[in-house]
C-alpha cells in the first residue's frame, strides 16, 4: 500500500453497529505510513471511545466543533484544507441525507462541505434502511457530485436481517483509498477524446431518430480520466447531464457534426473512447417545414451515416483506440468481429438487455476485450467505477503510453 504513504486522510465515523471497524482502517493505515486524523459524530461515540482512535491514530480525535477554546484554528476548516482524502466509515442513511441535501450541522457534515479533497463514503445500516427508494437516491445523488462509494457487502447483519447493508470488507475499504491514490495522476499528460450520448437525426424541425442513450458512460469516463489528470475531450450529444469538472466539452446533435469535431480533435490524441450512440443512418430527405398527418402511411427512406469509428480506425497510428458495442446476442462473438473490423486495439461489449446494464442505467457490466483476444470480464458496478476498472486494464496493457506522459 505505498500509494498511501506520506497520504493525509480524515476518517469520518458516524453512528453504526461497524463504527469499531474504523479502527481497524485507521490503524492500518497509520502503518502503512498514512497521516490520520478521526473526526467522529457524537452518534459514533456511543459505539466505540475517542481514546481508540486517539492511541491508533497518534492524533487528536475531533467531534465538537465548540470543544477546543484554546486552539486557534477552526477545526471544520483545518480539516478541510488538511486532508487529501476524507473517507467515512461507516456512512449512515443520516450523513447520506446531510451531505445529499447540504445540511451541515456537525463537525463532520461541515467538514465535508468546506474540503475541496475527494470524500469516499463507504455505507453500512439496515437492508431495508439501505434499499429505501430517499436513501438510494441520495446515494445517486451525491454520485453525480463527484462523491465516491465502496457498496456494502451482503450478508447477515447485527440486527439479524439478511442482506445489503454490511460494511465492505475492510480490505475492500483500504484497496479503494489505495485505488484513489495509485490513479490520481497515472494519466497525467495525456490528451483523452470520449465521446458520449445520443446522436439526432431529424426529418424535419420537429422530429428526428435518434436512441435511448443518456451519455452516463461516456461521461463516466470523461470524468474517470480528468480526475486522472488526463487533458480531456468530450463529444457529446444531447443530454440531460452536467458535464464532469475539468473537462472541456463540445455539443453536437447529429452523427454528421460528431464526425467533424471528432476528426478535428483526434490528431492532438493520445487514447479515444468512443461510447456515443451514433446512428447509423440518417433521413435521406429532410423536410424544412413540419410533416402534416395527411396519409395513413409515411415511407422513409435512410441513407448510411459516415462510421466514425472505422474512419478513425483507418487513421489512428498511435493512438489507442477503445469501442464499445452494444449488443442484444452473441456478445462475444459480435464484439470481436467489430473490432477486427475497424481496426480497434480495446472494445467494451454489454448486453444491453440484461438488468442493470446498458442504456440509461447507473451500472454497468461486461467484456473488455484486447485485439489478442484476451477478454476481460468486468463485473455489475457504478458506472464511474465501470469507467475507471476499463482505464485501469488498457492502461495495465499499454504502459508505454503512460511511461511517455511523465
Known amino acids: 500500500m505505498d500509494a498511501v504513504k506520506g497520504k493525509k486522510i480524515v476518517i469520518g465515523i458516524t453512528g453504526g453497529i461497524a463504527a469499531y471497524k474504523a479502527a481497524e482502517v485507521v490503524s492500518s493505515l497509520v502503518k502503512r505510513g498514512a497521516q490520520v486524523k478521526v473526526i467522529m459524530t457524537a452518534h459514533a461515540m456511543e459505539f466505540i471511545k475517542p481514546l481508540t482512535l486517539e492511541t491508533l491514530s497518534g492524533n487528536p480525535v475531533y467531534y465538537d466543533m ?171 450529444g444531447p443530454v440531460s447531464i452536467s458535464p464532469p469538472p475539468g473537462v472541456k466539452l463540445y455539443r453536437v446533435e447529429t452523427a454528421k457534426e460528431m464526425f467533424e469535431k471528432v476528426m478535428e480533435i483526434f490528431p492532438l490524441c493520445h487514447m479515444v473512447f468512443k461510447a456515443a450512440a451514433v446512428g447509423d443512418y440518417r433521413p435521406e430527405t429532410y423536410y424544412p417545414t413540419k410533416i402534416k398527418k395527411d396519409n395513413d402511411r409515411l415511407t422513409l427512406t435512410l441513407v448510411k451515416n459516415p462510421d466514425i469509428l472505422k474512419e478513425l480506425g483507418k487513421r489512428k497510428g498511435k493512438c489507442i483506440l477503445v469501442g464499445f458495442a452494444a449488443e442484444t446476442e452473441n456478445i462475444e462473438e459480435y464484439a470481436m468481429k467489430k473490432m477486427r473490423e475497424k481496426n480497434l486495439d480495446f472494445i467494451v461489449a454489454n448486453d444491453v438487455t440484461r438488468q442493470g446494464a446498458g442504456f440509461e442505467k447507473n451500472t454497468n457490466e461486461g467484456l473488455l476485450i484486447t485485439r489478442e483476444g484476451e477478454v476481460i470480464a468486468i463485473p455489475q458496478m457504478d458506472k464511474k467505477e465501470f469507467a475507471h476498472r476499463i482505464i485501469d486494464e488498457v492502461i495495465k496493457r499499454c504502459p508505454a503510453l503512460c511511461q511517455g506522459s511523465n
Open 66 to 236: 465548540f470543544s477546543r477554546p484554546g486552539a486557534w484554528e477552526i477545526d471544520h476548516i483545518s480539516l478541510a484544507k488538511w486532508a487529501d482524502l476524507l473517507v467515512v466509515v461507516p456512512a449512515t442513511a443520516n450523513i447520506l441525507g446531510k451531505v445529499a441535501h447540504g445540511i451541515a450541522d456537525d463537525l463532520l457534515s461541515t467538514t465535508i462541505m468546506a474540503t475541496r479533497a475527494q470524500v469516499i463514503f463507504a455505507p453500512a445500516m439496515n437492508t431495508n434502511m439501505y434499499t429505501n427508494p430517499i436513501v438510494q437516491e441520495n446515494i445517486s445523488f451525491l454520485k453525480s457530485k463527484g462523491y465516491m462509494f465502496i457498496p456494502p457487502a451482503a450478508g447477515r447483519l447485527a440486527c439479524g436481517d439478511y442482506g445489503e447493508g454490511k460494511l465492505a470488507d475492510i480490505q475492500d475499504i483500504l484497496d479503494a483509498i489505495e485505488n484513489y491514490f495509485s490513479r490520481k495522476s497515472d494519466l497525467k499528460g495525456l490528451r483523452m477524446l470520449v465521446t458520449a450520448g445520443p446522436t439526432r437525426e431529424y426529418l424535419d424541425p420537429v422530429r428526428f431518430i435518434s436512441n435511448p442513450s443518456s451519455g452516463k458512460m461516456g461521461y463516466a469516463i470523461a470524468a474517470a480520466c480528468a480526475e486522472r489528470g488526463a487533458d480531456v475531450e468530450l463529444v457529446s
